[in-house]
């Protein structure tokens, strides 16, 4: 099985940086995604880390350290349009081909003026 | 190009009641997905299809069906609706495996 666990609620004042962590227990690991949703909406994809290391895109960045079944998502020059849900999802292979992902329950993030 | 649509958008159905939601999409991706989405579990895939006429289960398939026979289309079906099955519905796809899934937007289902 697999259990990814990341913080249920965080907040952040507009135009500061915000760290969301993620932490995942998995085999066959082949990959972990970032995705944000807004209230109502569905989920955008943000981010994929397959390798070790950081990934920027724009204000966004994603790490990921294998070996120690970690990742975070970091938000530059937050903007009030930055809160919303940010979901960890992982992919393993089960041998068995294309998989889904397996989502984390996602950490809501709200920033303050 | 609407990419991927899902009909309906809210469906209020009785238990016991067979319901389909349909999933249509646009690109031709050969990886399409069903996922459920609930309050204090997050999104839990249902089933998903590596290409037409290929299905296999996710974490959460009991109650639920699905076909593929077509490429662009990719039905779900409560054969026999429980208020358990009340949720959130989304459908997404993708070119292929480790590729990012584009999800539809989504079909609130009610169980009474």
């Known amino acids: 099985g697999q259990n990814i666990d990341q913080p249920t609620e965080m907040t952040a004042t507009e135009g500061a940086i915000v760290q969301i962590n993620c932490t995942y227990q998995?085999?066959?690991?082949?990959?972990l995604f970032w995705y944000q949703q807004h209230a109502g909406e569905a989920p955008t994809f943000l981010s994929y880390?397959?390798?070790?290391g950081l990934e920027e895109k724009g204000r966004f960045s994603s790490f990921l350290s294998r070996s120690k079944g970690y990742s975070y998502l970091l938000l530059k020059e937050l903007q009030m349009k930055d809160s919303a849900s940010y979901l960890c999802a992982v992919r393993a292979y089960s041998g068995g081909g294309a998989d889904g992902l397996t989502f984390g329950k996602g950490t809501h993030l709200i920033i303050q003026p | 190009d609407a990419g991927i649509t899902q009909s309906p958008r809210y469906k209020i159905t009785e238990t016991g009641r067979q319901v389909t939601l349909m999933c249509h999409q646009t690109w031709s991706h050969s990886y399409m997905f069903w996922y459920r989405q609930d309050l204090g579990h997050g999104l839990r895939l249902i089933y998903y299809?590596?290409?037409?006429?290929?299905?296999d289960k996710g974490e959460v398939p009991d109650g639920y069906v699905v076909s593929r026979s077509k490429t662009e289309n990719f039905p779900l079906t409560l054969e026999s609706a429980t208020r358990s099955q009340t949720s959130v519905y989304f459908c997404?796809?993708?070119?292929?495996?480790?590729?990012?899934?584009?999800f539809g937007p989504g079909t609130r289902l009610t169980v009474t």
């Open positions: 998995t085999s066959g690991f082949n990959g």
């Open positions: 880390n397959v390798l070790d």
């Open positions: 299809s590596a290409a037409a006429d290929i299905t």
């Open positions: 997404a796809s993708s070119e292929g495996p480790g590729r990012e899934q584009y």
